[in-house]
Nanobody
Framework: QVQLVESGGGLVQPGGSLRLSCAASGFTFSSYAMSWYRQAPGTERELVGTISSAGGSTNYADSVKGRFTISRDNAKNTVYLQMNSLKPEDTAVYLC?????????WGQGTQVTVSS
């Protein structure tokens, strides 16, 4: 059973930092690229960024480029999203995503709120 479990969300002030984790199980984690998405109330889900299976390549949405960093630890079956210089517009539910041979899977999401 494929499972993605996000954690690390919370309330942070503008300019602050937060590190999200996505713990994966039920598939060969090191074989697949992983992505982070986010969705704010009343908006469509947005791709934040993606990391390749071995972690050698990443890409990011323009809105977060230079502030967010995706990394992974294949030995721990975990992908991370380091968020720095946070802005109120970063407020959203952040979700982990993977497409395996069989289908795509979403985590349950973790709430990030950036507010003073």
């Amino acid at each position: 059973q494929v499972q993605l479990v996000e954690s690390g969300g919370g309330l942070v002030q503008p300019g602050g930092s937060l590190r999200l984790s996505c713990a994966a199980s039920g598939f060969t984690f090191s074989s697949y690229a992983m992505s982070w998405y986010r969705q704010a109330p009343g908006t469509e889900r947005e791709l934040v960024g993606t990391i390749s299976s071995a972690g050698g390549s990443t890409n990011y949405a323009d809105s977060v480029k230079g502030r967010f960093t995706i990394s992974r630890d294949n030995a721990k079956n975990t992908v991370y999203l380091q968020m720095n210089s946070l802005k109120p517009e970063d407020t959203a539910v952040y979700l982990c995503w993977v497409r395996t041979i069989w289908r795509s899977y979403w985590g349950q999401g973790t709430q990030v709120t950036v507010s003073s």
